[in-house]
């Protein structure tokens, strides 16, 4: 960080020297970012330290406003502020008479939908959660405005988020964001955080993707290699130069260090395809255009990266598509009937997969990003062509039927795409089709398109359900009615008649 010493201690996992309160601020913007519910962070400190300096700024990096009022909770004790992430309750205890009032004031229910910020911990006695992070700040010299931060925790997360945090930071000051104003974006289900960055009116969006896979589960880390998704943030680079080697919008590269698992990229905005949840059309026939332009390239299987090395683009195989579908009956199936499936069931499942994939083995392979669909899919206001149409979210990209993408476009699982606007759009994509090539099999990819439709359509089921039940996130179980009825809609296609059959017997 700029203006800081960082080193080790025997007694702290981290010291933070920091020059003056602008960089007091910074510190504080880069513990928001990795702030999450249930954290604990305990200011410990003289009179005039710096604890309040540190807590206003942390409240006012969560809240995104540096002018708000963050009074002192000396006499309430307890201040609550609601934000978009989660809640965080700032606590003063320098009046506290007994550490057992530290539990009426209702730490633990306050920390089931967010986080705490103490001053004055040591009031607290042994009351506190043992994974608290402490910070302990000293002036070594009271005529000037130098800080010494010392970290302390025994959780080795908080010591991993710490470093990360500062890892990050130090990254920035070498970029073309030095000083950068730092706010969370998004985390997903990987281990992938998001966040933005700005600095006057310029913004980037940093992704961090840490070399951490041996921290995964074996089931998903196996998961992981049998259906081909990435596992680091090379694929990220490699995908995303050739996409724009070719014309395609896809984000500028400002500084990346794969071995860390940063990049920093071109901040393409938050409008989507979509509008009050609502499908707006003409954008849904840019993204058409922009699948329609991919599906007429020859795309490379290897593509040169840094270093003279290549990164390899996986085959989408047979078993891949096959495993994706079998999250329907992994997850779904056992939801609606209450009972696992057994080994007779799942052996008659996959061989009906194989034998339906087998029917489309002519189809056209190419380039599949396969999570094309409108949260990836960023409107450019200002821009015209198959440059409306920012691309993002393609690191799992594969090597199969580029059919995928289009029955991903067209049978969006976070918005409702009517039959009547389905066959508008797959129209509109055969036209641009046959108008690039008088050879293209229009029969075939209809056939390949529903096939893939409903192997799509099975996968994000079994994902929904798993999200909900697994994960903890059952808003997703909301999206269930939608799919299910792009389920019944495929799987009335005539070359589907058998999956049909085999799909109504668990459904009904």
Aim: hydrophobic share 40%.
């Amino acid at each position: 960080m700029a203006d800081h010493q960082l080193r080790s201690i025997p007694d702290f996992f981290l010291e933070l020297t920091i020059a003056d309160e602008a960089n007091t601020q910074r510190l504080a913007n880069d513990l928001a970012v990795v702030l999450g519910t249930g954290d604990v962070v305990c200011l410990s400190g003289d009179l005039g330290a710096g604890k309040s300096t540190l807590a206003r700024a942390l409240v006012r990096s969560l809240a995104n406003d540096p002018e708000l009022e963050v009074p002192s909770p000396t006499f309430t004790l307890v201040q609550t502020y609601e934000f978009d992430r989660f809640d965080l309750s700032h606590f003063d205890l320098y009046r506290l008479e007994e550490a057992e009032e530290l539990e009426e004031l209702g730490l633990d229910d306050l920390l089931e939908t967010g986080a705490a910020l103490i001053e004055w911990p040591e009031k607290a006695g042994e009351l506190l959660p043992e994974k608290a992070l402490w910070i302990q700040i000293t002036q070594p010299d009271e005529a000037e405005d130098k800080r010494v931060f010392r970290f302390h925790a025994s959780d080795p997360s908080w010591q991993d988020r710490i470093r990360e945090t500062h890892e990050i930071r130090a990254f920035l000051e070498q970029s073309s964001f030095p000083g950068a104003e730092r706010r969370f974006l998004a985390g997903d289900a990987s281990l992938r955080t998001f966040e933005t960055v700005t600095t006057n009116d310029s913004s980037a969006v940093l992704m961090r993707w840490p070399f951490h896979q041996n921290t995964l589960a074996q089931s998903v880390s196996n998961y992981m290699e049998r259906v081909h998704l990435a596992q680091d943030c090379r694929s990220v680079l490699a995908i995303g130069t050739e996409l724009s080697d070719r014309g395609f919008r896809a984000p500028r590269v400002y500084k990346a260090e794969p071995e860390k698992g940063l990049v920093l990229a071109e901040d393409l905005g938050r409008d989507t395809i979509v509008m009050n949840g609502a499908p707006v059309s003409e954008r849904y026939y840019a993204a058409v255009e922009v699948l329609a332009r991919m599906h007429g390239e020859t795309w490379p299987r290897s593509i040169p990266v840094e270093g003279n090395r290549t990164y390899q683009v996986p085959g989408y195989s047979s078993e891949a598509l096959i495993t994706e579908a079998s999250l329907f009956l992994d997850w779904y199936v056992p939801e609606k009937t209450g009972r696992a499936i057994d080994d007779t069931v799942r052996a008659s499942f996959e061989g009906l997969w194989r034998k339906t994939l087998r029917s489309i083995s002519s189809a056209q392979l190419g380039w599949v990003l396969r999570d094309f669909h409108s949260p990836n899919l960023l409107w450019q206001r200002d821009a015209s062509g198959t440059d409306r149409i920012g691309l993002i979210d393609f690191q799992d990209t594969v090597f199969g039927p580029v059919a995928y993408d289009v029955a991903s476009l067209l049978l969006d699982a976070r918005t409702d795409i009517s039959q009547d606007l389905e066959s508008a759009l797959f129209d509109a994509y055969v036209s641009l089709r046959e108008n690039q090539s008088q050879g293209f099999d229009k029969v075939g990819f209809s056939a390949a398109y529903s096939v893939l439709a409903a192997q799509r359509i099975s996968k994000i089921i079994g994902i929904f359900v798993r999200l909900a039940r697994r994960d903890g996130k059952p808003a997703y179980l909301s999206h269930l009615p939608r799919m299910l009825g792009y389920l019944d809609r495929v799987l009335d296609r005539p070359n589907l008649s058998e999956l049909k059959d085999w799909y109504n017997g668990f459904r009904h």
